[in-house]
């Protein structure tokens, strides 16, 4: 099964456009961070067998970044592409997967906003003598205090 979400958009009173995640109902998802389609389906196997160990659901977010040189709505890549191709990747999986996708300018920053704390994060990551990323991000992520497991792949 699929379902796609995304996030509600708010100006507050500053006139800052702020990115507040729409939830359905899930109260303890376990967590996928769309890194790249191989990573993300090692990662995809991982949280399957912490989401049925946890008796909850899996929510993939794909996180686009946009530079400061386009508009937010008009990203480099379309949106829809990566939808449909996480789509095509959540049709191997028998269980409930849910997709949700954001742009913004700050890929940590968009993820600090719809992550809930409690929650555990499952990235797929390439191992690499240096940090890559993804390893950065994840890094940052756990000294924000969110519990982020790393799977790594060839």
């Known amino acids: 099964m699929l379902a796609v979400a995304g996030t509600e ?3 507050s009173t500053d006139g800052a456009m702020r990115l507040q995640p729409i939830r359905l109902g899930l109260e303890s998802p376990v967590f996928v961070v769309f ?3 191989d990573r993300t389906l090692c990662a995809l196997e991982k949280a399957s067998q912490l989401a049925k160990a946890l008796g909850s659901e899996i929510e993939i977010l794909a996180v686009q970044t946009v530079p400061f040189t386009l508009p937010l709505d008009k990203p480099s890549v379309p949106f829809e592409f990566l939808v449909r191709r996480l789509k095509g990747l959540v049709a191997q999986f028998p269980m409930h997967i ?3 996708a954001y742009v913004c300018r700050d890929r940590l920053e968009a993820l600090k906003c ?3 704390h409690p929650c555990p994060v499952v990235m797929g ?3 690499r003598w240096w940090p890559t990323r993804d ?3 994840a890094r940052k992520l ?3 205090g969110y519990n982020v497991i ?3 792949t060839g």
Do not use: G, P
């Open 9 to 11: 958009r708010s100006t």
């Open 135 to 137: 390893e950065r991000v």
């Open 142 to 144: 756990r000294r924000a």
């Open 98 to 100: 849910r997709i949700s």
């Open 35 to 37: 890194t790249s389609i």
């Open 125 to 127: 990551i390439r191992k």
């Open 150 to 152: 790393l799977v790594e």
């Open 114 to 116: 719809v992550l809930n």
